[in-house]
Structure formats: C-alpha cells, structure tokens
C-alpha cells in the first residue's frame, strides 16, 4: 500500500478487503506460485520449491520480523527459513504478507495450517492495523470503510472477471483473484488451486482433469468475523 493523496492497494490487500485473511493468504499464495516460488505438494499441501539463494546479505524483512526464532535445537528449520529469507533478497520485493507465507512454507503445510502459523497471523494483523489507518477499514465494528467499498467498485470496473489467462500480466492475475475469489482462481490458476486445496473443486478447459480437491478451501464470498478484521457487504 503506497501512500500519496490516493491509496495504491496491493493484490492480497484488495483481497483482505473483499473476502479477509484467507483471501489475502490465497493471493499471497499464488503470487509465490507464479514466481515459481511455492507449489502444491501433496495433495491439499503447499511446500517451498525455489532452491534456497546465497547472493546478498539478509535484511530485516516483513518475514524476518514475523518468521521468529526457531524452536530450541531445531538448526534445520532455522536454517531453510534463513535461506529462504536468502533467497527473497535476491528477488524483486514482493510485499510483507508474501515474504511472510514463503517463510512459512519452508515446512510444507495444509492451507488451513499455513493461515493458523503464528507468523501468518501477525503479518496479517499488522496488515489490517495498515488498513485501518489507511481508513480502508475500521476496527469497531471490524467492517470496511466507504472508501474501501468505493475503492473495490473502482477497481472491479477496471478489472472485469477475465475469461482466460491469455494476455494477463502477473499483476492481473492476482487482482483479479483479489477481487473475484474462487471464480478467478478457477479459470487463471486451477490446478495449483486445486492441488493446493484452495478450491474445493475446479473445472477446467483440460480435458480428463476434473477432480476433487481436499475440503475446507474455498476464497469466495467469504466474510470478515470480529477474529478475522474487517467486512460487511459493497
């Protein structure tokens, strides 16, 4: 989110927005996976892929701040999320909340897991706090602002449910995962979705590829709850 006389909002804030911190995990998500950062792993996982970088020393990043020190002993976890920090150092910024999740997936996780990891939770808590400043949201009662159901109108007036990924920046998929959800996803990104359990079931343009997904995943029409920041309807 940039500041200025308007408010720039980043893909997985467009999607905290619209449909809270699953939505905004989801997008976090798959901008790692179009980078070829994240993959499904076993089926309703999600694992690190990208072999850890070397080049350039660790800053203090969002993940850093957020990843923590690992538990007493465990040299093994504590190294693959130093070089995963690593390997982000040498890669273009992607935002605090991707950094935060690729941290986190350095031990492969169910989605449901990754959002309950304490370092996801602290990242989008210091996500909504930004919003709320931003006037974007407000904290009592945890709902969206004028501003931000304006600012979602706006955007999806400029970013219309895509029929397919021809043509589609990177930056056009995830926004229009962030702004549509499951319906997007279906369509730019089924089968890391469906793999990955952010779906619970997709059809797809491939033929002999219509499978079940595990339960329980799912971004659309989502609400916010008091827990989860803040919401209502545009």
């Given at each position: 989110?940039?500041?200025?006389?308007?408010?720039?909002?980043?893909?997985?804030?467009?999607?905290?927005?619209?449909?809270?911190?699953?939505?905004a995990v989801t997008v976090a998500a798959l901008a790692l996976q179009l980078?070829?950062?994240?993959?499904?792993?076993?089926?309703?996982?999600?694992?690190?892929?990208r072999a850890p970088g070397t080049a350039g020393p660790t800053g203090a990043t969002g993940a850093a701040g957020a990843a923590g020190a690992p538990p007493a002993g465990d040299t093994e976890g504590g190294r693959a999320v130093q070089d995963a920090l690593d390997t982000l150092d040498a890669l273009p910024a992607l935002g605090a909340l991707p950094e935060t999740v690729y941290a986190a997936l350095q031990r492969p996780a169910s989605f449901a897991e990754l959002e309950a990891r304490p370092d996801v939770r602290e990242a989008l808590s210091g996500l909504r706090a930004?919003?709320?400043?931003?006037?974007?949201?407000?904290?009592?009662?945890?709902?969206?602002?004028?501003?931000?159901?304006?600012?979602?109108?706006?955007?999806?007036?400029?970013?219309?449910?895509?029929?397919?990924?021809?043509?589609?920046?990177?930056d056009d998929v995830l926004m229009a995962v962030a702004?549509?959800?499951?319906?997007?996803?279906?369509?730019?990104?089924?089968?890391?979705?469906?793999?990955?359990?952010?779906?619970?079931?997709?059809?797809?343009?491939?033929?002999?590829?219509?499978?079940?997904?595990?339960?329980?995943?799912?971004?659309?029409?989502?609400?916010?709850?008091?827990?989860g920041g803040g919401g209502g309807s545009d």
């Open positions: 989110m940039s500041g200025g006389t308007s408010v720039r909002l980043e893909p997985y804030e467009v999607a905290l927005l619209r449909g809270g911190p699953r939505a980078r070829g950062l994240v993959d499904a792993g076993r089926p309703g996982r999600i694992r690190a892929t930004a919003l709320v400043a931003a006037g974007m949201l407000r904290s009592l009662p945890p709902r969206r602002t004028r501003a931000a159901r304006r600012s979602l109108r706006d955007l999806r007036d400029g970013h219309p449910l895509p029929a397919g990924r021809k043509g589609l920046s990177e702004l549509y959800g499951e319906p997007a996803l279906s369509v730019l990104a089924a089968r890391f979705a469906l793999r990955a359990g952010l779906i619970a079931r997709a059809e797809v343009a491939d033929k002999g590829f219509h499978r079940r997904a595990p339960r329980g995943g799912g971004t659309g029409g989502v609400m916010y709850s008091c827990g």
